[in-house]
């Protein structure tokens, strides 16, 4: 039998890695549906959530086994926000991509002195994803550890709607975000979005509901706060000005 051109040289030819031909023989085809699925007519709303979907599976195909950060501080679902002295974490573009939705968070027990998340826990299933979070939250925190939680206020919603004053509420988001639109629709309709946003949430919480939550995974003295109280204990967040529609919350780890 004649030996390959590459053996006649004298070349050894190393033999791919069963990863290597799955990547080049299988993963493009995998691929290949939600590539197109992304360049077909679909709407905005479906393809915001398949990226979005491509971000989570991005977080967690990188997230380390086991972080040990320098700083005590952990914020959660940051966004484009850097606080000094927090560990800034959100699904894509943070200090450490997480997907929070996991539950899982890569962290030594009681690594972290202080907590806050802002506007994150209404993007989770209440019981397959927010509860298991804040469980591994009271872990990774030391006890005496306070955290801080805001969502929009279910209550604040409903009581304007009942009392036909949703277009305060309208107002209050125009203000705070210039370009938002209802697109001409009555103002009851912001009601649909503060619970939906186009598929991004999934539940609106009160105070009682909050409370409820954080002490099935552990904390106690949930008290209600307002912006003012987070910004005078920590002066780096910046300000969102939305006590109008956000529940806040402090609770402590024991």
Known sequence: MEK??????????????WKGRLARDY????????????????SDRTRMLVSFDFQRARARRRMPQL???EVDGLHLGCGPRRVAGFLNVDVAESELDVDLATGILPFPDATFAKAVCQHVVEHLDLHTELLPLLRDVHRVLRPGAEFWVSCPDMKTACRYYIDGKMERLVEDRIARWPGYSLGGTP??????DLFHQHGEHQNL??????????????F???EQKVEADLLTRFSGFPQ???DLQTLLVRAYKR
């Open 27 to 42: 993963f493009p085809a995998l691929v290949a549906p939600f590539v197109r699925l992304l360049t077909l007519p679909c």
């Open 67 to 69: 972080v040990v950060p």
């Open 4 to 17: 390959s051109a590459a053996h006649a040289q004298g070349v050894t030819v190393k033999k791919r890695s």
């Open 205 to 218: 919480l009160d105070f009682e509901l909050l409370a409820w939550a954080l002490g099935e995974a552990g």
């Open 187 to 192: 103002s009851q309709h912001f009601l649909n």
């Open 240 to 242: 969102r000005n939305d």
């Open 220 to 222: 106690v003295n949930v």
